[in-house]
Each structure stands twice: as structure tokens, then as C-alpha cells.
């Protein structure tokens, strides 16, 4: 299983970056994918996930700016992230949930500048 994080970049604070975590197998074989960000220093923390059947959840500190999504066809899962912040900044993983095993996509980076 092979997943495939893209959509990092640099913006400024306010902007917006969509997120895509590129599956090699359904997307809706796995129990949850999810987000998760590591900044400097900073151990890697969820940020959003999404379940089979759709349920999400976010970190209190993207509620209202970061939506989690899925596209099944194209076997793909995005982070549409909004007002970004400075503290936003840190490099995203996507990982993919299907019990017991967990997979792990490469990071992207994202710099939100002030």
C-alpha cells in the first residue's frame, strides 16, 4: 500500500492550499485516513481524519478553517485548508488506517508565512 501526500507549499497567512493523498488501492478499504502535521521540534499530531463510512474530526485548532474530504473514484483523500496561520506551518503526512496496520505516506511541506 502506497500513499502519495502532494499540495504543499509556501502562502501567505490568510491563504488557502488543498492537500491530496494519492491511494494505490481503494480508498474505502481503509478504516480511517488521516492527516497529521509535525512542526520544528514538535512531536507529529492529527489534524483531521475521515472514516470509511465519512465520520470526521478535526484538532480543535483547525475546526472551521480545515475540511477533510474523499474522493473515491480517484482514490484520494484532500485537506482543504483555509485562514491559514503561521502556527500552520510544519510538514503534513497522510496516513492510511486499516486495522491493525498503519501506512504512512511522505510528508509535504507547508510554510505559512506571516
Known amino acids: 500500500v502506497q500513499l502519495q501526500a502532494s499540495g504543499g507549499g509556501l502562502v501567505q497567512a490568510g491563504g488557502s492550499l488543498r492537500l491530496a493523498c494519492a491511494a494505490s488501492?481503494?480508498?474505502?478499504?481503509?478504516?480511517?485516513v488521516g492527516w497529521y502535521r509535525q512542526a520544528p521540534g514538535n512531536q507529529r499530531e492529527l489534524v483531521a481524519a475521515?472514516?470509511?463510512?465519512?465520520?470526521?474530526n478535526y484538532a480543535d485548532s483547525v475546526k472551521d478553517r480545515f475540511t477533510i474530504s474523499r474522493d473515491n473514484a480517484k482514490n484520494t483523500v484532500y485537506l482543504q485548508m483555509n485562514s491559514l496561520k503561521v502556527e500552520d506551518t510544519g510538514v503534513y503526512y497522510c496516513n492510511g488506517y486499516m486495522v491493525p496496520r498503519s501506512f504512512w505516506g511522505q510528508g509535504t511541506l507547508v510554510t505559512v508565512s506571516s
Open positions: 488501492r481503494s480508498i474505502s478499504s481503509f478504516d480511517a
Open positions: 475521515i472514516t470509511r463510512v465519512g465520520n470526521t
